[in-house]
């Protein structure tokens, strides 16, 4: 699920810069994720952040 919403991100345009994407964008990650996974009480930093950085090294 947070491949497929930061896909989604990508997408939409409003979030992605030449670089990646803009600081704003865990907050709409985070809002994105609640919808699908109400109950995992997920955070933009340190949870997302953290499993973002992890995807990057792996």
Do not use: C, W
């Not at 989604?8 to 409003?14: A, H, T």
């Not at 992605?16 to 933009?44: C, I, W």
Request: without cysteine; hydrophobic residues 45%; charged residues 25%.
């Amino acid at each position: 699920m947070l491949v497929a919403s930061m896909l989604d991100l990508y997408n939409v345009g409003s979030y992605n810069v030449d670089t990646g994407f803009k600081a704003s964008y865990l907050n709409e990650l985070q809002r994105m994720l609640e919808k699908f996974l109400p109950h995992a009480m997920l955070k933009a930093k340190p949870n997302l952040e953290l499993r973002i950085r992890i995807l990057k090294r792996d």
